[in-house]
């Protein structure tokens, strides 16, 4: 059960990066006997400078993709079932390309990326993967007409161009991970919310929660606690600031946007105070005189 936990939160997130950028299907299904794809993505532009906030992630979606991320180590029979998918996909690719008479380039042509935690050398070599010469430790290439690769996520550097990849690890390697999207900027694009899909993946977690995933429980309490304090904090500011406002419009007409801005630098308990006070101001002098002797 847990690994279809992760298997969904893998498919929210990676639909959560990429869906600015292209069309995401996740799941997205293909043939008569029905397979399903985790996420099928089709980029709007292979030339969308802001694929690069994604580091390698963003790399990989600069042609179709087909992402299929493991919370296990992929086995041989999942690698097989993976190239069944994509070779159907590859189909029917072609086959409405040959209907409407458009030549495909071979970039056009949807390639596949497995996404796992870890891979033997054994399964590695079985399939002709080897490490890629274009790319970061940790991505290996099938044979060329394959178009698939391979991301062992826990082979991968730790440094900013992975840390969307290495989210969806295991163990140290995510919690590691999971640090590095703490310390990003709070107007990081991705930040927020990759945060609420790993609190509802804590949840779901609690619910059913092995060994294994006691570090990732353990390491996402204390952040989501403080995140829920915060969420009131910003409630309860957003509430003073909201009265103020209304109280100063009433009292004195309608109050610019620059006497709007300097409240809301304010802290809550000087908002508070303002409430109180703007009940003995005469005319709008009395506030910026306030404001200014409280900034």
């Not at 007409?145 to 440094?159: E, K, N, S």
């Not at 957003?238 to 309608?254: D, T």
């Amino acid at each position: 059960m847990t690994r279809f936990i992760y298997d969904q939160f893998a498919k929210d997130y990676l639909e959560e990066l990429l869906k600015e950028y292209g069309e995401v299907k996740a799941p997205y299904q293909v043939s008569a006997e029905v397979r399903e794809i985790d996420v099928y993505f089709s980029p709007y532009s292979p030339q969308n400078q802001d694929l690069q906030l994604l580091g390698l992630l963003g790399e990989l979606a600069r042609t179709p993709a087909i992402f299929e991320p493991y919370r296990n180590p992929v086995t041989p029979e999942q690698i097989g079932d993976c190239l069944l998918k994509l070779l159907e996909v590859q189909r029917v690719v072609r086959k409405e390309s040959n209907e409407n008479k458009i030549k495909l380039s071979e970039q056009e042509i949807p390639r596949l990326w497995i996404i796992t935690p870890t891979a033997s050398q054994d399964i590695l070599s079985g399939f002709g993967a080897k490490i890629s010469e274009t790319s970061l430790p940790g991505v290996y290439d099938f044979p060329r007409y394959f178009r698939t690769g391979i991301i062992v996520i826990h082979q991968l550097p730790a440094i900013p161009e992975t840390l969307w990849l290495r989210i969806l690890g295991r163990g140290k390697v995510q919690t590691k991970a999971i640090d590095e999207l703490i310390s990003l900027p709070i107007e990081q694009q991705f930040k927020q919310k990759t945060l609420e899909l790993l609190y509802n993946l804590r949840r779901h977690l609690e619910l059913r929660q092995t060994p294994q995933d006691q570090e990732v429980i353990m390491r996402l309490a204390p952040l989501y606690q403080q995140d829920r304090e915060l969420a009131r904090f910003e409630a309860r500011f957003e509430g003073e600031y909201s009265l103020v406002i209304r109280q100063l419009n009433k009292r004195f007409a309608v109050i610019n946007e620059e006497f709007s801005n300097q409240i809301k630098q304010l802290s809550l308990e000087k908002v508070e105070e303002l409430g109180e006070a703007l009940l003995d101001f005469n005319d709008v002098d009395d506030l910026q005189v306030w404001l200014g002797e409280n900034q």
